[in-house]
C-alpha cells in the first residue's frame, strides 16, 4: 500500500546551519508529494508541493526534489532561523484512488540561537 | 486556497460525553476529510464525508463513536462519542481542491478527562 517513512526526530540545529529532512514513499502511480509544517499551537499549513519527477517544490527558502528513481522527496534549508522550529511532515496524495493525503510520522525540528 | 473553520477551537470534555465539532468551508467541495492527531503523533485518517451519501470510515474507526454529517457541500460535522482520556487528540478537518492540493482547518484541541 501506500505510505511514506520521515527521518525520525528530534531535530536540534544551530541557526544558519543546513538542514536535511529525509523523506521516502511507497505508492502505486504516480503521486504528488508535499510537506506540511505545524508551528507550535497552530494549524497544519502547506510548505510546498510538487507533483511529477524532477520538479521542485520551494518556499521560504526551503526545497525539495521529487526524485522518482529513489522514489525520494527529501527537505532542505540552507540556513535555518529560529523561527523555522516546528514539526515537519512528508506527505503524499496518490493519482488513484481517493484523494486523501497518507503522512510520514513527523520530524520535530528545533533551532537554537 | 481554501478558508476552513472549525468550532470549537478546543474543548475539555468529561468521559462518557460525547463532542460535535463542526467544520465550515468558505467554498463549495465534494470530499471532505477528517483527520486526527494524537499527542506526539502524525495524522490520521479517520473517514471520507462526501455530501448525500454516508461517510467512509477507514479501519479502527466505526460510525458509532464518529458519526459524520455531510448536510451540503460546504459543512460538516464530527462527533467524539462516549469519550475517553484515550479519544484526547487534535481533529481537523480538510478538503482537497484542484490539483490534488489538500487545505486543513485550524484543528479542534480535545481534551478528555
Not at chain 1, 504516480?30 to 518556499?59: C, H, I, M, R
Not at chain 2, 478546543?10 to 470530499?31: A, P, W
Not at chain 2, 448536510?71 to 479519544?87: G, R
Amino acid at each position: 500500500g501506500d505510505s511514506v517513512t520521515q527521518m525520525e526526530g528530534p531535530v536540534t540545529l544551530s541557526e544558519e546551519a543546513f538542514l536535511t529532512i529525509n523523506c521516502t514513499y511507497t505508492a502505486t502511480g504516480y503521486p504528488s508529494l508535499f510537506w506540511y509544517v505545524q508551528y507550535p499551537g497552530e494549524g497544519l499549513q502547506l510548505l510546498l508541493k510538487a507533483t511529477k519527477a524532477d520538479d521542485k517544490g520551494s518556499n521560504k527558502g526551503f526545497e525539495a526534489t521529487y526524485r522518482k528513481e529513489t522514489t525520494s522527496f527529501h527537505l532542505e534549508k540552507g540556513s535555518v532561523q529560529v523561527s523555522d522550529s516546528a514539526v515537519y511532515f512528508c506527505a503524499l496524495i496518490t493519482q488513484t484512488g481517493a484523494n486523501n493525503l497518507f503522512f510520514g510520522t513527523g520530524t520535530r525540528l528545533t533551532v537554537i540561537p | 486556497s481554501a478558508v476552513i473553520s472549525q468550532k470549537p477551537s478546543r474543548d475539555i470534555c468529561q468521559r462518557g460525553t460525547s463532542l460535535t465539532i463542526q467544520c465550515q468551508v468558505d467554498s463549495q467541495v465534494t470530499m471532505m476529510f477528517w483527520y486526527r492527531q494524537q499527542p506526539g503523533q502524525s495524522l490520521t485518517l479517520i473517514a471520507t464525508a462526501n455530501q448525500g451519501s454516508e461517510a467512509t470510515y477507514e479501519s479502527g474507526f466505526v460510525i458509532d463513536k464518529f458519526p459524520i454529517s455531510r448536510p451540503n457541500l460546504t459543512f460538516s460535522t464530527l462527533t467524539v462519542s462516549n469519550m475517553s482520556p484515550e479519544d484526547s487528540s487534535i481533529y481537523l478537518c480538510s478538503v482537497v481542491r484542484p490539483p490534488n492540493e489538500q487545505f486543513f482547518g485550524p484543528g479542534t484541541r480535545l481534551t478528555v478527562l
